[in-house]
């Protein structure tokens, strides 16, 4: 449910459009503030309107100096859990380090979405501690435009200042690295969508509108978004009715990641589907959730600014974007699997060592892992680029089924 960069069709006259000030950020400012962007500009795509809630810069949802993460906040994440989840992700850049014969060779982590930099803590902490020779190869790049957050993350991997470089965005990191991994958790999720209908035999797209009668509501419109055409194109016969969601610009992104990888992995962490299951005919109402003081919501037009809105992954539409880069999706398996593979080394040791149980650490892990909780609720992709998969963890589910990647629209 991070973000880790505003959104890349942003107004290019932010003066005009991001004028609402951080002292007179009330709701009723806030309400304000929408209804003037429609006066002025007409009915506004619903991409536009979750951009503007999630990172206007002075009142956006995850800029507005609120606590979200947490009891106190929103949601959890598995970071909030504890340093477990960077313990074993720590331990993931070690085995994959050790598979490709590269431990004492420089490798670049960077991470997308770092929120106050505490997932970079617990990586490096857990580096520093048990593989040193390891960590002096490190070096640990966030990609974040934002001057709030960046003095956070500065102030959380303060012990590891010397290791840290900030950047803009992943745009803005001009050179490849000779060997790198691209790790995410929970920020495709907050990437914008456009909410589109099938009504009349046909789709539209929902537009956010306003009138004194209705308040905020949505309103159908022609679809513009050639990408968003050729998208729905490859979908299966849907009911009239049926609402759902497309993600734009993640081949743009995808390109990206691979442009700046010569040699590496891309990790993402986030909660979704495979294509097949997510435009399911019964998935009727879509994916699209928002979050305030940990409940859950389906009216993403409720307290702009004030609540979380997310909608989840199309792992599927994710990894063909990622393939179509040469970044070849190698593994895709729920957070369970993946952590309890990467955790044996350290299970192990505690059953030789019973006397050194981590009693915090056990729980922390039985959280990420368990069914019922974060284990299944989380799904894991790995995508590489000119480096060979881990025999042992190679599955990917139904990302290998044959009508797992949908065809090009002119196929």
């Given amino acids: 449910m991070m973000s880790y960069n505003p959104p890349a069709n942003k107004p290019t006259d932010a003066k005009d459009h991001y004028s609402v000030p951080a002292d007179r950020a009330t709701p009723s400012c806030i309400d304000s503030y929408f209804i003037e962007q429609i006066r002025r500009g007409g009915p506004m795509p619903f991409d536009r309107w979750m951009s503007l809630c999630l990172y206007h810069p002075q009142s956006g949802y995850y800029l507005n100096g609120n606590q979200h993460v947490?009891?106190?906040?929103?949601?959890f994440t598995s970071v909030s859990v504890g340093a477990c989840f960077g313990m074993l992700l720590a331990q993931r850049v070690l085995n994959y380090l050790e598979q490709t014969e590269k431990t004492a060779q420089p490798l670049h982590l960077i991470e997308l979405g770092a929120n106050n930099g505490q997932l970079a803590k617990d990586i490096l902490d857990h580096l520093l501690t048990s593989a040193p020779e390891v960590y002096s190869q490190i070096h640990y790049h966030i990609c974040e435009p934002l001057e709030i957050p960046r003095n956070a993350q500065s102030k959380t991997l303060a012990a590891h200042a010397h290791k840290l470089t900030h950047h803009d965005s992943l745009a803005a990191i001009k050179s490849p690295f000779d060997h790198a991994i691209i790790l995410s958790n929970e920020l495709i999720d907050a990437f914008p969508?456009?909410?589109?209908?099938?009504?009349?035999q046909q789709w539209a797209e929902?537009?956010?509108d306003h009138t004194p009668e209705l308040g905020f509501h949505f309103s159908p419109h022609?679809?513009?978004s050639?990408?968003?055409l050729a998208f729905l194109a490859q979908l299966p016969p849907l009911p009239n009715g049926y609402t759902t969601e497309f993600r734009p610009g993640l081949d743009a992104f995808t390109a990206n990641c691979a442009r700046l990888i010569k040699q590496g992995m891309v990790l993402t962490i986030d909660y979704g589907y495979t294509h097949t299951a997510y435009y399911h005919p019964e998935r009727s109402t879509g994916t699209l959730r928002t979050y305030?003081?940990?409940k859950a919501g389906?009216?993403?037009?409720?307290?702009?600014?004030?609540q979380d809105i997310t909608a989840h992954v199309d792992f599927t539409q994710l990894a063909t974007s990622f393939q179509k880069h040469q970044l070849i999706p190698t593994y895709f398996n729920s957070q369970s699997r993946f952590l309890t593979h990467h955790s044996k080394a350290w299970l192990?040791?505690?059953?030789?060592h019973p006397e050194t149980l981590p009693h915090k650490l056990i729980r922390q892990f039985q959280t990420l892992t368990h069914p019922t909780m974060m284990g299944q609720q989380f799904m894991v992709l790995e995508c590489t680029k000119n480096a060979p998969p881990n025999p042992e963890l190679t599955s990917t589910l139904e990302l290998n089924r044959p009508d797992a990647f949908p065809k090009p629209a002119n196929s």
């Fill in 298 to 306: 389906e009216n993403p037009l409720d307290l702009p600014t004030q």
């Fill in 348 to 352: 192990a040791h505690i059953e030789q």
């Fill in 226 to 228: 050639p990408e968003a």
């Fill in 206 to 208: 929902l537009y956010v």
């Fill in 193 to 200: 969508v456009k909410l589109i209908t099938h009504t009349e």
């Fill in 292 to 294: 305030h003081g940990h």
């Fill in 222 to 224: 022609p679809i513009q």
């Fill in 70 to 75: 947490g009891k106190d906040g929103d949601f």
